[in-house]
């Protein structure tokens, strides 16, 4: 057998072994993953919470690493929570913030909220308790942070979080509140 | 310069460095799977349905490709793979920095490189990493080699 098949053969033997131990510690693990990544209701709009801020009725769905599911909520829902002076976090950096925001909106950078621990994640939110409902939003539509700011908030125990999906594009294109 | 290279005190050092830190990154990745998912989903750089494989399988490829560098069995096979791993991170985060110039949106989010400085360093490293796996892996298949002739010789 001559050098490069020999090399070839330890490169499969391997990756092979990897490949193997891998699935199997996965699907025993509880903590396991499944094997294709799911992201397609990602950025899809929650049916239940179409009827507005009265879904608070809404059953709260948990996620298996225990915390309140944050829910995607379309521009109406958010209209509505927005009339109802409900707290609303942008989750894009700070110059991005200052160019524009949903009025009255409070600037959480995902950025700088991710690395922190939970003490001084609640700390960056200040006095707003957990069993408030806090709307999460960012760039707009193909913009990831709005979900990714509103899980790390439902970590840390809030249990009321939205997400708007259509996030400040939209909102400004609508011509609603906005601070410039 | 020639003599460094393949002095074997010298490659037993670099084969410790880069079994080491291959060790020692997967360790996290082991822990939490689904994180790791969730940064390589990030780089948008993998095509979606192998993301999860991915991030079942590169940290096994890790630690056992660490423990073989280090212990020098499969030495030529294990230093491929590490070559080869720490060229896809260069590629993947090459490609996370470029774009990551031209945010505007704030739409991008890095979980574990979280900004530009911390991604050039991580490129960096991985450039001196990839300098050491090369010649870990061009010194081993030259002393299989001399080692063959040697036993043809007898």
Redesign the interface.
Known sequence: MN?RN??L???L???L???I???I??SV?P???????D?SDRFKIDSASVQGSENKQVEKVKTKEGFVKPQNIPVETAKKLFDENVIFID???DF?FKEGHIKGAINI???EF??KSPEEKQKMLGDIGKEKTIVSY???D????SI?NAYEMAKIGYDDVKIYIGGYREWNELGYPVNK | MNKILTNKYFLFLLRLILGVVFIYASLDKLY???EF?RAI??YKFFP??F???F???V???EI??GI?IITGI?L???S??ITLMLFFFIIALTQAYIRGLD?????F?L?TV??KSDILQRIIEDILLIIASIIVFIQS?KS??INNKEKVNE
């Open positions: 050098q020999k090399i053969k330890e490169v033997i391997i990756t072994v990897s490949l131990i891998g699935l510690v996965n693990n903590k396991g993953i499944p094997l294709v990544r992201d989750g894009r950096e991005e950078p995902y950025k991710y690395p960012c760039g707009g193909d913009c990831e942070i990714d | 939490n799977q689904e998912s989903y990030n979606e349905i993301i999860n494989i991030a079942i399988v940290p096994y490829l056992i490709c073989l499969y030529r096979g294990s491929l793979i945010i505007s949106c704030g739409c989010s979980e979280s900004n298949i299989k080699t």
